[in-house]
């Protein structure tokens, strides 16, 4: 079954786009990427999901339920780690998580106990109290607590330590471990990286490719540093060579096309050094933004 | 339909200013009751100020020296207005937040991720409103019979006592409502006091005016305190039932559109 499934679904505010066309599907089990810059549309496409907005037009599915009209079924075995933390100031993060807890069923102090150990989060301290980061920690405490089969992440470690991050990154780890589905939503694409079996990138709305992530970054695309022994007048580049940058006699470039076309090329020049490295996702993930 | 601990949240939540204003009105009341013998001892002097009142001022505010004579007339002069008045701030400022508060303090959105519907969260809200409402009401209803007893050497019409209050409620809950409508429809504000007090006094008025004179008559019909009136010397004087199951209606169609309004509504980070 398909944890996550949409079909050409939409979001527009009046005139401006918020998704556009999105469709996309996340197999029950993956650790699903979702990069995009900010603004790119991340947001609106989790809040569409979450029922928090109403879609312009098309549809969503998870975990084979509609989206829109079954929400609350969904919701009962889904976990959400917003991007920015709004909890009530009133309450101690304690009060909160057994309020969130109550909504789900019994609440398990001995599990907000453990997590709140883990995360060394002082759960007598009241909200309004709490630093952003401690916030977070919070809200992924709240995001697991009920077992979900499902967990959408909005840019989750926003704010923490990196100490913190790799406590988060392993309890993911163990989440997925147990089957759950991730949502991974980030504009930081080593996290994506470290994740995730497969992304989507979307851009202005729109969703410009869906890779497995072991294929993104085996992507016929390899970064040069050719070193000459002096700037050649008239170089002749063969078709997929971009961004290249002259800097005295060095030169630097970013190549999409056949490798045997780069040798061939290469065989022709006067070279002192020269340096093909496998990019790294930023710049996979730059790539496709600048089609 | 109702959820239990959303139900249990919103009346914690709003302890705070439930007692604080039912302090105040329990005084307000207290203190209106209070003065009542000392008002009865001026006698013939108060009947001789009131005179000197233009008659439709008089007529309009209620305020006549028969009417002050009793203590059921001199409570209810005040009850029709600032009793209604104070209770109807927090009601109504309650009922403008109550909702809105989640959106403006971005907690909807933990709210609204959980398992629980809009219509759930709607009814549990008007629900937990209602309970507040009931309180603050029943709180000043026996803050004042106590007063009665006290303060009123025995000379008490309950039954116009009965029928103001029944009246009371009425428009409370109808004002409770409007401020439930006002939240769909403004955006998540700091402060809906301004404006509770706006439509209060200002259907009060309205109420009023229409009263001085004949041209001006139709502006009563906007007004709900033209359909529960607090005259309790006139000899007719009961409960205006149609006028109840009016303003109660008007009020359910009220909150009926608040709901399609929220159940459509984008929740914004």
């Known amino acids: 079954m398909l944890a996550i499934q949409t079909t050409e679904l939409s979001k527009y505010y009046g005139d401006s786009i918020g998704i556009k066309g999105v469709s996309l599907e996340v197999r029950e089990g993956e650790v699903f990427g979702f990069i995009g810059p900010n603004g790119a549309g991340k947001s609106t496409m989790i809040r569409a999901l979450l029922g928090l907005l109403i879609p312009t037009s098309g549809s969503a599915t998870m975990l084979g339920k509609d989206a829109l009209t079954q929400g609350y079924e969904i919701r009962k075995q889904i976990g959400y780690l917003p991007a920015e933390v709004n909890y009530y100031d009133e309450m101690s993060s304690r009060e909160l998580l057994e309020y969130h807890s109550r909504f789900y069923g ?11 150990a883990y995360f060394e989060l002082d759960l007598d301290k009241q909200i309004t109290d709490l630093s952003f980061g401690n916030k977070k920690k919070c809200a992924i405490i709240q995001s697991v607590i009920h077992n979900p089969k499902l967990l959408i992440l909005d840019e989750p470690t926003s704010g923490l330590d990196p100490l913190m991050q790799n406590r988060f990154f392993e309890l993911l780890e163990e989440q997925s471990k147990k089957d759950v589905t991730i949502f991974f939503s980030s504009h930081n694409l080593s996290e994506i990286q470290r994740m995730c079996d497969k992304a989507a990138v979307i851009r202005k709305g729109e969703i410009i490719a869906i890779e497995d992530i072991s294929a993104l970054l085996k992507k016929q695309m390899k970064k040069g540093r050719f070193v000459f022994k002096e700037k050649p007048k008239d170089v002749k580049f063969p078709e997929g060579i971009q961004h290249e940058q002259w800097h005295t006699n060095k030169l630097t470039f970013e190549y999409v096309g056949p490798l045997n076309v780069l040798v061939k090329w290469m065989s022709g ?23 | 339909m109702i959820n239990y601990n959303l139900y249990t949240k919103e009346l914690k939540r709003n302890r705070k200013n439930l007692t604080t204003w039912s302090l105040i009105v329990v005084a ?31 007529k309009a505010l209620g305020m006549d020296a028969q009417t002050w004579s009793s203590i059921t007339g001199f409570y209810s002069t005040y009850y029709g207005i600032y009793i209604i008045l ?3 701030i927090f009601t109504t400022s309650t009922g403008a937040t109550i909702i809105s508060k989640e959106e403006k303090e971005g907690t909807s959105e933990f709210l609204l991720t959980k398992p629980i519907s809009r219509k759930t969260i709607f009814v549990t809200k008007m629900m937990s409103l209602f309970t507040l409402t009931m309180f603050i009401y029943i709180v000043q209803t026996v803050c004042a019979i106590i007063g009665f007893y006290v ?47 706006g439509i209060i006094f200002g259907s009060y008025f309205l109420n009023a005016m229409s009263k001085i004179a ?3 008559e139709w502006l009563g019909y906007v007004s709900p305190f033209h359909y529960l009136t607090f005259s309790v010397n006139d000899p007719n004087y009961s409960v205006s039932i149609t006028g109840a199951i009016f303003l109660l209606l008007l009020g359910g169609g009220v909150l009926f559109l608040a709901y399609r309004s929220y159940r459509k509504k984008d929740i914004n980070g």
């Open chain 2, 214 to 216: 004949e041209p001006v």
């Open chain 1, 106 to 116: 019994e609440v398990d102090h001995s599990e907000i106990e453990r997590l709140a």
């Open chain 2, 86 to 88: 104070l209770i109807g």
């Open chain 2, 28 to 58: 307000f009341t207290l203190l209106i009751l209070g003065i009542f013998p000392s008002m009865a001892e001026m006698g013939e002097d108060l009947t001789k100020m009131m005179d000197k009142l233009p008659a439709e001022i008089a």
């Open chain 1, 269 to 291: 020049l006067d070279l002192v050094d020269a340096i093909l490295e496998e990019p790294d996702l930023e710049s996979i993930f730059m790539n496709y933004y600048e089609r």
């Open chain 2, 151 to 197: 303060f009123g050497g025995g000379n008490v019409d309950w039954n116009a006592f009965t029928i103001m209050h029944i009246h009371g409620l009425a428009l409370i809950l109808f004002f409770t409502t409007t401020g439930v409508l006002l939240s769909m429809f403004f955006r998540p504000m700091k402060n809906f006091m301004g404006m509770v007090v």
